[in-house]
């Protein structure tokens, strides 16, 4: 499926048609409409907001400070539901803070969050059950086991334990941890790490998925898996927002992106319309921060031929 | 190269200002741990002058020597292990962050010697050796041995600590050997018991003489004879003093090869990150399967393992459903697996039943001394949230209710109580049985039983109102740095508040003594039980809100790194 994804995506980039259009004309790879909403087909994708689902979340006037630093300014922002969005920008450009307030972690200045039509600041119960976030850095009770850390969360949410455990071995299977899940957490790898977080994230079936940087420092292999589990996830009507600043990865998971820089959203929408004139989203993404293709003159000595 | 012809300049002075400037940017980071930085340094430098004066003021006793050389003696001691405790402390003790670098290890070593001739504790060494060589030192020519004495005195200590490092560098720097380190909180409880029983027996009649005839032996341990030397010397035997500062240099000598050899191994050999995590740790996981797997599937069936599963048998059902007997599986886990806790849980436990053993030891005792093991337990509570760390998040991201909060706190409240309630029991009912004063059992059962519930309860509002980070940098130390108003809140604020509450019992128990009404005072039992129980119940009720309402700010105090 990813394949042919790609080859969807390189034909696209070829062609003289919108990019978009092409890998979905066929239902590939996203099948079809969720079973949840009637969510539009092919060139339906590329507008918004979609006809007939609430967006997944909607923040208005967020404001953040630290002390005299100012970290989110005023984020106005929509996404819609069943996609795969991408949260951009360079470090420090307040990604983590904004999706730390948008989840209920933080406590935001000024500005209102709400998730599936739920405050999140008003109506924590309705807002909290239907989202799983993968928080930067883990931040899980690390000397539980894989398999008991699932068991935990999944209890904490308040699920069945029967049914927990039987979603924390499907969980373990698909990403691959099955056989290190009664090793504690701290002794896991990165990639291991980032894994063992997106499942308990997922373990109560949230309808958004907030995930921070989820394939800093992962291994090919591991990204692949979780990138199978984050495609299988929105294809039935899931809808994730992932932060990042790696553009090629978003360019090629993501169908809709918003863009920070200083605190601010400075563009959002279709990947293809944030991406406009420029040949790729890197590019775009340079010049929407402010920062022009540079460096390299004065470092005439470096060459490693001499000392 | 050519570059290789010309001599590559020193790197001592590099070292020296790495070290300068580690030290100083380790005061700019926050003014709170500036000021930490700078009390600690005051108390340890005003301790060695202390110990220093405190030597050189035996200049004329009898046991001037003997006292030079064992806290000599002792000095290089604590050096040597110093390492093995705090190791993260000190950047620069870690060998394997200039493996990258092209240095050969004789430079390194040279210049990793100096730079660690550079802070408080190279200070502090040099002030009590001074003290100690003015204790011997009686005469002229002891004059320039003494000063002798002290280098090679201070040259030993930093080069034990630098050696010991590195040769368990590999250790250290693994999860599994910063966790042992953490239990060492626990050897010292243990030991600072077992000084104060042994100073106790050298105060008595004769202790001082078996001191001298120790220092016979210790007067050989290195750095101790560089010290004896100068008594030598001012005693007239030249040639004894010579065998003395010889053997002293030659263990200098032999330290430092130790150390550069540890640090070739250290330099050549791959570094634990990357080593294969491959198959042996496969073969490891699949070894460990069947008794894990066992472990693991008690979470999976709603309670925990051991005290959990007891009290699951033993609570009433509705009390340890859901989330509370998932909150418990984990706090006990936790006391377990998590070495932080794992250490204030042991000390607690073992001081718990040594202060009243000791006492017993020393005085008789009383036992109202079963007191301390409820309050030195229950005290766990008050920083549980600040404990959990980042982890914290999970539970911030569970707790959407009133009834969520109030399930997580009655959780943590059951998992001390389960532990808390039989040890108290049987701390009491074992110092009663020792002073032949059962019969006031019940009594002092119920005054300790409401003591721990009380500071149960006021641990449960005093942990969701003010928490504090735990550093998690230094495993020592309690909280993070630059929160001292918080943390004596929390600690003094609860203790107090845990007092108070339990005033009315004491009164209670205080009022039937007074008025004669001895046959009564089994009612304190029930009376103080109850009393707990209501207390901790109603704190419960009360916080549960606070706690839904608090999670964020929780979150940010518990999460700070």
């Known amino acids: ?307 | 190269m050519t570059a290789t012809a010309t001599r590559p300049p020193s790197v001592v002075p590099v070292f020296v200002r790495l070290k300068i400037t580690l030290i100083r940017n380790g005061l700019r980071q926050s003014r709170g741990r500036a000021a930490g930085w700078t009390a600690g340094t005051v108390f340890a430098l005003l301790y060695a002058v202390g110990l220093g004066v405190g030597m050189a003021s035996l200049r004329h006793n009898h046991y001037g020597p003997a006292a030079a050389v064992t806290v000599t003696a002792c000095m290089a001691l604590g050096w040597a292990v110093a390492p093995l405790f705090f190791f993260g402390g000190d950047d620069t003790l870690d060998p394997t962050r200039l493996a990258m670098l092209p240095l050969r290890p004789r430079p390194l070593v040279t210049g990793l010697l100096a730079s660690s001739l550079i802070g408080v504790g190279p200070l502090c060494a040099v002030l009590v050796s001074a003290g100690a060589v003015v204790a011997v030192a009686h005469s002229g020519p002891a004059v320039p041995v003494a000063v002798i004495a002290v280098a090679l005195t201070l040259l030993t200590c930093v080069s034990l600590a630098r050696a010991v490092a590195a040769a368990n560098t590999r250790l250290l720097t693994s999860r599994r050997g910063r966790d042992l380190a953490l239990l060492s909180g626990l050897f010292i409880a243990v030991g600072s018991q077992g000084i104060s029983l042994g100073i106790n027996s050298l105060s008595s009649d004769g202790g001082l003489h078996r001191a001298t005839s120790i220092a016979a032996v210790v007067r050989w341990i290195p750095p101790a004879p560089a010290v004896d030397a100068v008594r030598s010397v001012s005693r007239g035997s030249y040639g004894l003093a010579a065998v003395q500062l010889l053997y002293a240099a030659c263990v200098v000598a032999l330290v430092l090869r130790w150390w550069h050899h540890s640090l070739v191994r250290l330099m050549v050999s791959p570094d634990a990150s990357t080593l294969p995590a491959g198959p042996a740790g496969a073969d490891r996981d699949r070894r460990e399967d069947p008794d894990s797997a066992r472990r693991s599937g008690l979470l999976g069936r709603g309670a925990a393992d051991g005290p959990a599963r007891v009290a699951a048998l033993l609570l009433p059902r509705r009390l340890v459903a859901g989330r509370t007997g998932t909150v418990m599986g984990r706090q006990f886990r936790y006391v377990w697996r998590d070495p932080r806790s794992r250490a204030a849980w042991a000390t607690a436990l073992t001081l718990g039943l040594l202060l009243p053993v000791v006492a017993m030891a020393q005085h008789g005792g009383s036992v109202y001394q079963c007191l301390w093991s409820a309050g030195l337990l229950s005290t766990q509570m008050f920083n549980t949230f600040g404990l959990d760390g980042s982890a914290f998040w999970t539970v911030a991201a569970t707790t959407a209710t009133r009834r969520d909060a109030a399930l997580e706190l009655r959780g943590r409240a059951l998992a001390m109580a389960v532990v808390a309630v039989p040890y108290i029991t049987v701390v009491s009912t074992g110092v009663s049985l020792l002073l032949h004063r059962i019969s006031a059992l019940p009594e002092v059962l119920g005054l300790a039983l409401a003591f721990a519930g009380t500071l149960i309860a006021t641990g449960v509002f005093i942990g969701v109102r003010f928490p504090y980070a735990v550093a998690q940098s230094n495993p020592f130390a309690n909280a993070a740095p630059g929160q001292t108003g918080v943390v004596t809140l929390n600690v003094l604020g609860g203790t107090l508040a845990g007092v108070v509450l339990w005033l009315p019992l004491l009164a209670f128990a205080v009022a039937l003594h007074v008025t004669g009404r001895h046959g009564l005072l089994w009612t304190v039992l029930p009376v103080g039980a109850a009393y707990g129980l209501a207390v901790v119940a109603a704190f419960l009720r009360f916080t549960a809100p606070r706690l839904l309402d608090r999670l964020p700010e929780i979150l940010a105090v518990a999460a700070q790194v």
């Open chain 1, 1 to 307: 499926m990813a394949q042919q994804e790609w080859k969807g995506r390189e034909g696209g980039e070829r062609g003289p048609l919108p990019v978009y259009g092409v890998p979905y004309a066929d239902g590939q790879p996203f099948g079809g409409p969720p079973s949840g909403g009637p969510v539009g087909e092919g060139a339906d994708r590329e507008s918004e907001p979609e006809p007939g689902r609430e967006p997944a979340v909607q923040v208005r006037g967020l404001w953040k400070r630290f002390g005299s630093q100012v970290a989110v300014a005023g984020v106005h922002l929509e996404l819609p539901a069943g996609r795969f969005i991408g949260l951009v920008g360079p470090n420090g450009a307040g990604k983590t803070t904004t999706l730390s307030m948008v989840t209920g972690l933080l406590r935001p200045d000024d500005g209102t969050v709400r998730v599936v039509g739920h405050d999140v600041w008003a109506d924590p119960v309705g807002a909290k059950s239907r989202i799983g976030i993968l928080p930067e850095g883990l931040r899980l009770f690390e000397r539980l086991s894989g398999r008991e850390l699932l068991a935990y969360t999944g209890r904490l949410r308040g699920l069945p334990g029967a049914e927990v455990d039987r979603r924390a071995d499907q969980l373990l299977e698909v990403l691959d941890l099955s056989a290190n899940r009664h090793k504690l957490v701290v002794d896991y790898s990165t990639g291991m790490r980032k894994k063992i977080g997106l499942a308990a994230a997922l373990l109560h079936n949230p309808e958004v998925l907030f995930l921070d940087e989820p394939f800093e420092g992962v291994d090919p292999v591991s990204a692949q898996v979780i990138r199978g589990v984050l495609e299988r996830y929105t294809h039935s009507g899931g809808t994730v927002v992932f932060s990042s600043h790696v553009m090629e990865l978003v360019e090629s998971l993501c169908d809709w992106v918003a863009v920070m820089a200083a605190g601010r959203i400075v563009a959002h929408g279709p990947i293809a319309e944030v991406r406009g004139a420029a040949p790729t989203l890197q590019d775009a993404f340079l010049s929407l921060v402010g920062a022009g293709r540079r460096g390299g003159e004065d470092l005439d000595w470096l060459g490693g031929s001499a000392r």
